[in-house]
């Protein structure tokens, strides 16, 4: 009877904890610190000091022969870092300044009731600033600062940065569709949200916005074969044509010019923009879902649009397709999955539906700690919330270490990371970028998720507060428990900027950015070739998060999979598949991994430096095409959280495609293939057709000296 009591009391205590947290939840709050992450991810000489702990930073940044301002800073100063490191990705970056700019046109009477209206607007206006800058000449675009490879080998704080910091152009030889496009529609979106109060402001970023729409649109290509550099942090795995689609949609909504609507109209049709959308999340490499939608409501006598975006929520619904965790998140991909469910329940707040809104309040209250676990993703709001988020200015290590202080000195407030695991599990620990990467892509879709839900009767979020050691006095002896199971589009989301993004966005943002930290709809025929361009005097050492229980001399093999998972890797795939496959297995083993391509889907098979390429110089595995062959996949590295290299198969094959019913053994050598040296975290196979393809089968994967 005690006991039964007890389960009762623990029964009625979750049931309170959860309505506390739907009815007491102030919007206004988490939207106003939400925005605060930006600035705290602000670059250049800051004209305010908000954020005691940020100072000026990357003063140098610049495009080719352009003058200085009058405090000798570069063109290219300001605007916001991308994630957790210093770069600045103009793609993810545009994508967020478009995303805030639509979430403030559609709940600007939200966002004043919250007193918030000045904050949205200067968040916004930091980032078009700098695109604004970056619109060099009318065919000239700067599409990147910052080499991802060198920054992403150094742990420091922005201010402290001295490696050099190049800019990659776009020109009509060397064009970027899709930055073009969608720096078009960040500037189209805030000419609109500026109109009424800043209408000199609105007129300029208009200006710009043709001229950049009609660049992206004359001068086509895939940005991230102009800007290489691009290709292991947020590659174009979905292409332009859905930019096309978004950057005319936004200059129609911005001018009323029927001309842009005919082309988004036409663009659409021609490139399947509308399949795109489906089984997909909206994310900076992907917004099909998003001109589903907005077509939806500006053709609205075409049922088609309708259709397509309802085809789209219905999948991110629960029953719908899409993963759901025990607790009730829409988990899309292991890489930031909290990224991809907070920009669907953006989008789920505009459908106009009973569904679409419940959809966003659960998505949202998930993230502020209404779940099994009372986890917070929100850091510095909400039950048991993060302090750890891999980010490099709030952890502030002054010996490039990312292990030193052991808990971040400063609370990134605000700021949304990764997210949990496909069973709710999370550890805060800052070396997990999959669980603990927070972006500006990552906060957009979830600024307009909370600003839609702004209510008058919202007050504060019940808080536990963790305790925060600014000077540590010993280093932690656990290793994360998370262990991903699947991820992107930096970005495969995200590709993220830290993550093999998504997407991920973030491609992986983010997808695996993320890696892709988003899932990529298309994939260029070309694999990255690109190495740093600059060698870092320091290196980031981080202590792994997971030791392999063997480790092999060299001149032995290291297994990866051989009837299941060796030495501590894991399982981080972002596709349909199975590590315990009986139906087609090799002789002498037990099991397979049986992978069936779709939706640029991915087997990733990772454990943080388990792999020394000085040791183990190549990675070879068995595959065998089932019962129609000829699958059409590539592989790819993964180092220091983002891809590296990769290679088609068939190419791995001597051209020859993988056989049917047929097991062919494929190797590879990490230095003459994928241009990669030291340490790295693993590898994946991934679709790149889009559609579904026959059900592939992949053993004894094992890396050999």
């Not at 936004?250 to 009323?256: D, E, G, S």
Request: glycine fraction near 8%; hydrophobic fraction near 30%; aromatic fraction near 10%.
């Amino acid at each position: 009877m005690k006991i039964l009591k007890n389960c009762i009391l623990l029964i009625i205590f979750g049931l309170l904890s959860t309505q506390l947290i739907n009815a007491d939840t102030d919007y206004c709050s988490l939207l106003e610190n939400a925005l605060m992450f930006y600035k705290m991810n602000r670059a250049g000489r800051l004209p305010d000091n908000d954020i005691p702990w940020r100072g000026n930073s990357a003063l140098n940044d610049a495009s080719p022969n352009s003058a200085k301002d009058a405090n000798g800073d570069g063109n290219l100063s300001g605007g916001y870092f991308d994630a957790g490191d210093g770069v600045k990705f103009g793609l993810p970056m545009a994508y967020s300044m478009t995303m805030l700019g639509w979430s403030f046109i559609e709940y600007e009477s939200n966002i004043a009731q919250c007193g918030l209206t000045s904050l949205y607007l200067d968040t916004i206006k930091y980032g078009t600033d700098w695109l604004i800058a970056a619109h060099t000449a009318d065919n000239e675009f700067a599409g990147q600062v910052g080499d991802g490879n060198v920054d992403h080998s150094w742990w420091g704080p922005p201010e402290d940065m001295t490696m050099a910091r190049p800019t990659y152009m776009l020109t009509t030889e060397a064009p970027g569709t899709e930055i073009a496009m969608e720096a078009a529609s960040a500037l189209a979106a805030a000419s609109i949200a500026f109109k009424s109060s800043n209408p000199t402001y609105a007129a300029t970023c208009l200006a710009h916005a043709k001229t950049l729409h009609n660049f992206g649109y004359t001068y086509r290509g895939v940005y991230s074969d102009s800007i290489t550099n691009a290709q292991a942090f947020y590659n174009s795995w979905s292409g332009y044509k859905d930019d096309l689609v978004w950057g005319s949609i936004w200059l129609y909504k911005a001018t009323q010019d029927s001309d842009y609507l005919t082309k988004a109209v036409a663009d659409y049709a021609s490139g399947g923009v509308g399949g795109m959308a489906q089984g997909n999340s909206h994310d900076w490499d992907n917004k099909a879902p998003g001109c589903c939608l907005l077509l939806s409501k500006l053709v609205p006598t075409t049922s088609t649009y309708k259709t397509d975006f309802e085809g789209w929520l219905n999948y991110w619904l629960p029953g719908g397709g899409v993963t759901y965790t025990p607790g009730g998140l829409a988990w899309i991909r292991q890489w930031g999955p909290a990224r991809y469910a907070a920009t669907a329940a953006f989008l789920g707040s505009l459908a106009g539906t009973e569904k679409g809104t419940d959809f966003t309040q659960k998505q949202v209250d998930y993230l502020i700690g209404n779940n099994p676990n009372q986890q917070s993703f929100v850091v510095g709001m909400g039950p048991n919330y993060p302090i750890n988020p891999h980010h490099r200015a709030a952890h502030h290590s002054t010996t490039n270490d990312i292990n030193n202080p052991v808990n971040n000195l400063y609370l990134l407030k605000g700021a949304l990371v990764g997210g949990p695991g496909s069973n709710d599990e999370y550890t805060d620990d800052r070396t997990d970028y999959i669980s603990n990467e927070v972006a500006t892509d990552y906060n957009a879709g979830f600024v307009g998720a909370l600003a839609s839900l702004v209510n008058p009767s919202s007050t504060s979020v019940p808080t536990t507060t963790p305790t925060v050691t600014e000077t540590p006095t010993e280093t932690p002896t656990e290793t994360p428990t998370e262990t991903p199971t699947e991820t992107p589009t930096e970005t495969p989301t995200e590709t993220p900027t830290e993550t093999p993004t998504e997407t991920p966005t973030e491609t992986p943002t983010e997808t695996p950015t993320e890696t892709p930290t988003e899932t990529p709809t298309e994939t260029p025929t070309e694999t990255p070739t690109e190495t740093p361009t600059e060698t870092p005097t320091e290196t980031v050492t981080p202590t792994p998060t997971v030791t392999p229980t063997e480790t092999p001399s060299s001149g032995e093999s290291l297994s990866i999979y051989k009837s299941g998972l060796k030495n501590d890797f894991q399982d981080w795939s972002w596709g349909e598949h199975s590590l315990t496959d009986t139906t087609n297995v090799e002789s002498g083993e037990t099991n397979s991994i049986s992978f069936t391509p779709k939706a640029y889907g991915a087997v990733f098979l990772g454990c943080f430096e388990c792999i020394d390429t000085d040791t183990y110089n190549n990675i070879e595995f068995d595959i065998n095409g089932g019962s129609s062959g000829a699958q059409l996949l590539r592989i790819t590295v993964v180092k220091n959280s983002k891809s590296v290299g990769s290679k088609l198969i068939t190419d791995l094959n001597g051209g020859t495609p993988i056989e049917a019913n047929s097991w062919t053994k494929i190797k590879a050598s990490f230095i003459d293939d994928f241009k990669v040296s030291g340490k790295v975290d693993g590898i994946w196979i991934q679709d790149i057709k889009g559609d579904t393809q026959s059900t592939v089968y992949i053993s004894n994967i094992i890396a050999t000296a």
